[in-house]
Nanobody, 124 residues
Framework: QVRLVEFGGGLVQAGGSLRLSCAASGRTFGDYAMGWFRQAPEKEREFVASITWSGSTTYYADSVKGRFTISRDSAKNTVWLRMNSLKPEDTAVYYC?????????????????WGQGTQVTVSS
């Protein structure tokens, strides 16, 4: 059974930074692409960033490009999301997700395993 657990959310002022971590169970973590999504109140879950199985290719939503960085370490079964220059509109619950393939997508339906989410609140 695959289990994903997110850490690192919290309250930060606009312009600040946070790093989210996602710890994954399972010996085959390195065989699959990973993604980060977020969901604000009364909004649909939206794509934030993804990384392929090898870590060689990353994708970002336009709204976070240049501010967020996704990375992974398969030896540690961990994926991170570094968030800089945070804005109030980045406030949401952030979810880590695992793809069933080596290559990542941008739709929630491209992912099969999800963490419980971690709250990020950016104050103005």
């Amino acid at each position: 059974q695959v289990r994903l657990v997110e850490f690192g959310g919290g309250l930060v002022q606009a312009g600040g930074s946070l790093r989210l971590s996602c710890a994954a169970s399972g010996r085959t973590f390195g065989d699959y692409a990973m993604g980060w999504f977020r969901q604000a109140p009364e909004k649909e879950r939206e794509f934030v960033a993804s990384i392929t199985w090898s870590g060689s290719t990353t994708y970002y939503a336009d709204s976070v490009k240049g501010r967020f960085t996704i990375s992974r370490d398969s030896a540690k079964n961990t994926v991170w999301l570094r968030m800089n220059s945070l804005k109030p509109e980045d406030t949401a619950v952030y979810y880590c997700a695992r793809s069933p393939t080596r290559y990542s997508g941008t739709s929630p339906s491209d992912y099969v395993y999800w963490g419980q989410g971690t709250q990020v609140t950016v104050s103005s």
